[in-house]
């Protein structure tokens, strides 16, 4: 085993973080459509997560948001002139496009990429492919300026892959490490990543969009060089999507040996659970913790975001914590059930609950702020350390959120030429932050 860590990269939640009800199947964001959003709150309450898991012992960095409104978007969709004009003419003849470009959906770097650290692939490099996201316009915005971001990150092609993502075609729709879990014995070691897909590349599906196609997972894996006797691809269940879990990781986490999972996550729960322990064949033996739907019905599960938590191996402790949200806390049923799972023996002996509930009303919960990649101490040392987090880098980026961010937005706001020329100041503002963490 080499000495690696797992390095939670959140995404820092941009100025324009709103209400706008843009996800399809993604019951929180329909149901809360049209609110007021406070971005200054989200953001802040974003980055004290990340705080308290660096005062955990564990390592942290941040995407940065991407910049919006997206304007090339909006000039390809026709609209041109001056900023002003291109922002005033949207407003007024396509205010759907408009608040497709200001979405700060990027805030969910689960989505950002789909991750395979250097120990399970073919070339002994790290490997991330940006999620096409194809199946959301609003979404399909995000890759080309992912990919140019974990590009600086990552900047080192000694250690590191960035591809580039899949074809932007519903046969390879792709929604990143939102849909994959990787499963080991130690961070450093070999493991099995288990890809969840929801339909196949040419079938049509009832209901709340599957997202995840098998084609794209497989084609990723390939990409990757993920050894081929350790992949595994289980299709999730028609029940769980229907339900709102519009990716596997409102119904499914997991770390080192274990997963934890709903009942309802998958369609064949025992072929999933005898794939991923023959692929472990040698690695390690598998630990399921699986809540039953008798305990906590699946609906109870996708409300309080139960299993969009991060599960955490923290220093010094020999069982797994589950950072869970306040509404896993607030919901009685898995209350209940978190109440009588940590004081057992098994491998979860913990729940936290941290308060990110701005994102929690758009449908993110603690594991969507989130992108892990599992990285040995020499591509630690090989990454951009601008991304990585320590106590002042925290301190200086709440400064800069405090200074550039409202504490109410609407989607009325985006036809406001003013309200862009605001952000971009704001984004200038926050190059000249991580430049100075270079320094």
Known sequence: MSSAWEVNFDGLIGPTHNYGGLSDGNLASANNAGDISNPREAALQGLEKMRKLLRSGLKQGFLPPLLRPNLPFLQCAGFSGTVEEIITQAGKDAPALLKAAYSASSMWAANAATVSPSADTEDGRLHLTPANLSTMLHRSLEHPDTLASLRSI???????????????HPDFSDEGAANDVRLCAGHGDEGVELFVFGREASESTNGF???????????????????????????????????????????????????????????????????????????????????????????????????????????????LVLLAPLETQETESTRTY?????????????????????????????????????????????????????????????????????????????????????????HLALLDVINSFSN
Not at 226 to 247: E, L, W
Not at 347 to 352: A, L
Not at 398 to 408: F, G, I, K, L, N
């Open 154 to 168: 990552f900047d080192d092609p000694a250690h590191f892959a960035v591809h580039e993502a899949l074809p932007e």
């Open 209 to 319: 969009p599957a997202r995840q196609t098998r084609l794209a997972s497989e084609r990723i894996a390939a990409m990757h060089g993920v050894k081929t006797d350790r992949a595994v691809f289980v299709r999730q269940s028609v029940a769980a999507i229907n339900a709102g879990a519009f990716h596997n990781d409102v119904v499914c986490v997991g770390t080192l040996d274990t997963l934890f999972t709903h009942e309802l996550a998958f369609e064949d729960k025992e072929a999933a659970y005898q794939a991923i322990s023959d692929a472990a064949n040698g690695l390690f033996e598998l630990k399921v913790v699986e809540v039953p739907q008798a305990e906590v019905p699946i609906e109870d599960a996708i409300r309080s975001y139960l299993f969009n938590s991060q599960l955490l191996s923290m220093p010094g402790e020999d069982r």
């Open 338 to 426: 978190c109440e009588r799972l940590t004081p057992g023996n098994g491998p979860i002996g913990r729940v936290e609950y941290v308060d990110v509930r701005q994102s929690m009303r758009n449908g993110g919960g603690p594991a969507c702020l989130r992108l892990r990649v599992v990285m040995t101490n020499e591509e630690l040392e090989a990454v951009n350390p601008a991304f990585l987090l320590d106590e002042s880098k925290i301190d200086k980026l709440q400064d800069w959120v405090r200074a550039h961010y409202r504490d109410a937005l609407s989607a009325s706001d985006f036809a406001d030429p003013a309200l862009a020329s605001e952000i971009r100041n704001a």
